[in-house]
């Protein structure tokens, strides 16, 4: 009979062995995968063109289930589909450009952070994610909401700084559990009164916009602590905002 001992260590050679297999295979698009077992992270690193999408799936899926996963690229038109993966975290990095999808038919369950630090041709969240509470979108060129950002219900945390975006899509409204936006160096004019619905907002970071009005159904928010209006040119608003207990407001004097 195998001993405990011995089990253990086939286990250990036939993992290693599987690793070695996917990566060779790996070699042959340009990449390379770097397995952290202790913090259970997945990194990925792509050279080559979007035309190995699937290959690069098929590689990852042979993976066990990892809770976080980042993908570097500096390729264009890269595609992957988030719903492959089983990760609570997914960061997309480098010069490349990704256009990320949601093909699954359900609600992705595990997946809680999006974060993308590279130029996005697009992003579409499918049927929903209901897990996912931080979607961060920095720099990526983005020119509007995703309007499928609707289906996210649960998301808490909010950050689309440097991009393009000229307005604050009225889907936002649909969000009930956000609390903290962050949309800094953008080209946003206004803020839209929609903005009343989200009530659980205890966060707004506008600064370095185009700013010039603030509505007056800010004030209809119970829970906001603090807005950033710096860099912006406010030259209308509400008397009662710099009034407002409990509320600090940077921007306006």
Known sequence: MIGKLERLQI??????????????????????IVVDTIKQRLIVRCTESAK??????????DFPRYKEIIINSDSNDVKIDVSKFEAEIISFHGNGTFDIINNSKEELLNLRKIIVLSKLKGIDFGKGMKSLDTLII??????????SIKCCTNLRFIDLSFNKIGEIDSQLKRLQKLEYLVMTNNKLSEIPGSISFNKELIGLNFESNQIRKIPIEILHLPNLRVINLMGNNI???????LQKTGLEVYGIE
Do not use: C, V
């Not at 286990?11 to 390379?32: A, E, K, P």
């Not at 920095?138 to 309007?147: F, Q, R, V, W």
């Not at 030259?235 to 905002?241: A, C, G, K, R, W």
């Open 138 to 147: 920095y720099n990526s060129g983005l020119e509007k909401i995703p309007a």
């Open 235 to 241: 030259d209308e608003y509400p008397s009662e905002l």
């Open 52 to 61: 190995y999408n699937d290959s690069l799936l098929t590689l990852l899926s």
């Open 11 to 32: 286990f250990i050679s036939m993992r290693y062995l599987l690793i070695i297999i996917l990566l060779l295979g790996f070699n042959q698009i340009q990449g390379q």
